[in-house]
């Protein structure tokens, strides 16, 4: 019986970090803060939906879950909008705020 060898192309957007540039630092910088910005304001809206939960009608502990919930819907709306804006200035103006070109000197 023959061997039969596969090659499945790699699907991944990720490449070894000698071919990487500043500018593609810089972009996988951005990209990086803005998912763990997004990750954590809704672990903390997770967190502060058991805390209400678990207050059990105590007042001071519904209100102090309720400014958890509404601090973590705050965070997603800016995450949110920053990447929207993002996207926007990119395809109406034609500025690539994650595609950077350093000149050399």
Known sequence: MNNVRLYFPP????????YW???TFIAAF???ILVASAV???FMLLIGGLRFIIAGGDRDA??????T???ALIGLVIVFSVY???N?????????LLQYTIISI
Request: glycine share 8%; hydrophobic share 40%; no cysteine.
């Open 84 to 86: 929207g804006l993002m």
């Open 11 to 18: 699907t991944s957007q990720f490449t070894h970090l000698s």
């Open 40 to 42: 954590s304001s809704f």
């Open 21 to 23: 540039t500043p500018t």
């Open 62 to 67: 519904t209100t102090a879950a309720g400014r």
């Open 88 to 96: 926007l200035l990119s395809d109406f103006f034609g500025v690539r």
């Open 30 to 32: 951005v990209n990086l």
């Open 69 to 71: 919930i509404a601090n």
